[in-house]
């Protein structure tokens, strides 16, 4: 049961009838009361009317009673919203025999992409592509268990010009030689590598530039050769992906190559609907309400003056094959903030050609950048961008190392099952539990606390309750009445009751730091709750609610957490 949905339903016809027309009665949790209104505020200016006299209409028109809520009207025009403790307890109950916990699934299922993650054929991947990453995985988490259809889009750079650099190298060093190299992850190196050569040998520069028309033009060999790399390259992803338990599989897989026969179609219908013009030499579209530092209309470019096409032509490509192929409703693009004005430019022309049009629609998920403890982008100390496996390695042993300081007695596999769970637990919490168009800093010591509003805390919480349900010895029965007579108690209630309205939010915000904030809050709760009202030596149907509290606190926290993309562990 969304409580904040129940008030503002029971709400909005009485601020309706004072208004004259639909007013969002604006309830949200109150450090006065259980809820609060704030729209009487908002009425003053536009009715004319004190607010305290709005607030006071209101409540007379109000229908609260049958609920068991009662109102007054506090300050300048707040309306104070107080649930009784019984009206708590039956609602609460009502969650005990609902495996969703008051969230149904939604009542109009879409098709929905989700673009994100996207490294680059023969790079190995670094921090840079970890918000894209978890982000995009906890969207589709979310996406999943409401109910829609979900694609996965692993949109890989596997295209373009560095490949004729890249075959090259393969060839000089011997396809044996080469696949063993990719295959042990060593990706970066084998780059590096070409580019030297590319940098040092004219020869090798012309034969590359001469391997890309080949490979454009689909030579067998060239097309075999260009194969291998993607495939030893998509076999590392695959190995990052695991560590990062994310949900991301080979079927995801969609490259820049796989659009590559649509570019020129785009071309052509862009040009038939009189949408591309000339520009120094390029073919471009421009969109309207785009302009340069100078003024100047802002050209996307399409085709380049060298015949070449572009990311936008790939991505209008993409974009088109999405809606007319897919039947997408939704389209997501997990993408850093620096790419704000490509989408924005890539949605706008997609529109003025007709491809993306209600009840379709495209949004930027963007996020900003992970930084050091000096506040600039986060370097290894030979100043190169950190490798996302080596950080992710870095997370599970220092987890295992604290789980084990914590625990001497785990056996080994314990151990590193904790470790893992925590230590990437840690990691994705400290980037979804911030907001996305922000930046952070990388703090080990903070990530990996056990206090403050850290996965560890969570983790924690949860294996804490775990605990107390098993040395209950009774399994928890879900029919058993609730009592909420202590205030820690009623917190509780009122917390649970809260989870609903959060992911509902996120369905269409996707700031998954609003869910962080709400699981911790369950959590520390919870723990004031079992400080003050024991539960073990609490007797007879006292004992039993307090266990049903217990055990509802862990499912939410679970799942909260597994929309998150963060295990649970049953100890630490």
């Not at 650099?165 to 295959?183: F, P, R, T, V, W």
């Not at 893992?420 to 903070?446: C, F, P, Q």
């Not at 775990?466 to 609730?482: K, Y």
Request: glycine share 8%; charged share 25%; aromatic share 6%.
């Amino acid at each position: 049961m969304d409580l904040e949905k129940l008030l503002s339903d029971r709400l909005a016809p009485a601020f309706a009838a004072v208004a004259g027309g639909p007013v969002d009665p604006l309830v949200r949790r109150s450090p006065r009361a259980d809820f609060q209104s704030d729209a009487a505020l908002a009425l003053a200016r536009r009715l004319g009317r004190p607010p305290r006299d709005i607030a006071a209409a209101v409540l007379a028109h109000a229908v609260l009673d049958d609920v068991g809520v009662s109102a007054e009207v506090s300050g300048p025009g707040f309306l104070n919203l107080t649930v009784t403790d019984r009206a708590l307890a039956d609602l609460v109950a009502g969650l005990a025999g609902d495996a969703r916990l008051g969230v149904p699934p939604t009542a109009t299922p879409q098709t929905v992409v989700v673009d994100y993650s996207a490294p680059n054929v023969a790079k190995e991947m670094h921090v840079g592509h970890l918000r894209s990453t978890v982000i995009g995985d906890a969207a589709v988490r979310l996406l999943e268990w409401l109910g829609h259809r979900v694609v996965r889009v692993n949109h890989l750079g596997d295209w373009g010009t560095p490949f004729g650099m890249l075959i090259e190298h393969l060839i000089d060093l011997g396809e044996a030689e080469a696949a063993q190299n990719l295959s042990m992850g060593d990706l970066d190196t084998f780059y590096r590598a070409a580019r030297v050569a590319f940098d040092a040998d004219e020869a090798f520069q012309e034969r590359s530039r001469l391997r890309v028309v080949a490979l454009q033009g689909g030579d067998e060999r060239t097309r075999r050769l260009w194969r291998l790399l993607v495939t030893q390259s998509e076999r590392y992803f695959l190995t990052v992906y695991d560590l990062l338990d994310v949900t991301l599989s080979a079927a995801d897989f969609r490259g820049e190559s796989a659009y590559n026969d649509l570019l020129a179609g785009v071309v052509d219908d862009l040009d038939r609907l009189g949408l591309l013009l000339p520009s120094g030499g390029a073919e471009c579209v421009f969109p309207p309400g785009f302009t340069g530092r100078d003024g100047e209309p802002l050209p996307l470019i399409v085709r380049k003056s060298d015949g070449g096409y572009g990311y936008p032509a790939t991505d209008l490509a993409a974009l088109r094959q999405r809606v007319g192929e897919l039947g997408a409703t939704r389209l997501l693009y997990v993408v850093g903030l620096p790419q704000r004005q490509h989408f924005a430019m890539v949605f706008a022309v997609a529109e003025a050609a007709g491809w993306l049009c209600p009840p379709a629609r495209a949004e930027h998920l963007g996020f900003g950048s992970i930084l050091g403890a000096d506040g600039r982008m986060l370097r290894s100390r030979a100043g190169e961008s950190v490798k996302l496996v080596g950080l992710l390695e870095e997370a599970v042993a220092r987890a295992t190392d604290l789980a084990r300081s914590r625990n001497p007695d785990l056996d080994a596999g314990t151990a590193e099952e904790i470790g893992r769970a925590v230590g990437i637990g840690a990691i994705k919490y400290a980037d979804l539990s911030v907001d996305r168009t922000k930046d952070y800093v990388l703090d080990w010591e903070r990530m990996l606390a056990l206090d403050g509003n850290t996965a560890p805390y969570l983790q924690y919480a949860y294996a804490r309750i775990r605990s107390v349900l098993r040395r209950a010895g009774t399994a928890v029965r879900p029919d058993v009445p609730i009592v909420v007579a202590q205030p820690a108690e009623r917190a509780l209630a009122v917390e649970l009751l809260g989870f609903a309205a959060v992911v509902g939010e996120l369905e269409q915000s996707f700031e998954f730091h609003q869910l962080a904030g709400y699981l911790h809050r369950l959590a520390t709760v919870f723990n004031a709750f079992y400080e003050r009202c024991p539960v073990l030596r609490a007797t007879d149907e006292l004992r039993e609610s307090r266990l049903l509290l217990a055990e509802l606190t862990a499912r939410t926290l679970r799942q909260g957490l597994r929309l998150l993309g963060i295990r649970t562990v049953e100890r630490m």
